[in-house]
């Protein structure tokens, strides 16, 4: 995302279009710790900023994006959030695929 679309407005205005011509947002998507990876990354935190501040500038079908969201060993998971656990700031995250079916959904 770093240097392509690692904006908000860019991510809104991206949406926006997918919508006027039928298509559907499904993710915000983080590139894998592989391959060119290293030049296109953002921080978890900045990506899930990013993410919040252009679904809330959209409106109907646009807010049925998910993310921001990366694949891992277990499945796909969804950062849906940051809380403060014991005066240490954690990442939430949900699975949204997985290979062990009783994970999905589950924070």
């Not at 690692?6 to 298509?23: F, L």
Request: hydrophobic share 40%.
């Amino acid at each position: 995302m770093r240097g392509i679309n690692d904006s908000s407005d860019v991510w809104a205005e991206k949406w926006r279009t997918e919508v006027n011509m039928g298509i559907i947002p499904y993710y915000m998507f983080l590139a894998r710790d592989t391959g060119a990876q290293q030049f296109f990354d953002v921080p978890m935190a900045t990506a899930h900023k990013i993410y919040s501040d252009a679904l809330r500038n959209c409106s109907g079908l646009i807010r049925t994006a998910r993310g921001p969201s990366m694949s891992c060993t277990p499945g796909k998971v969804e950062v849906t959030g940051v809380e403060e656990i014991m005066g240490q700031k954690a990442f939430v995250l949900r699975f949204l695929q997985c290979r062990d079916e009783g994970w999905i959904g589950r924070p």
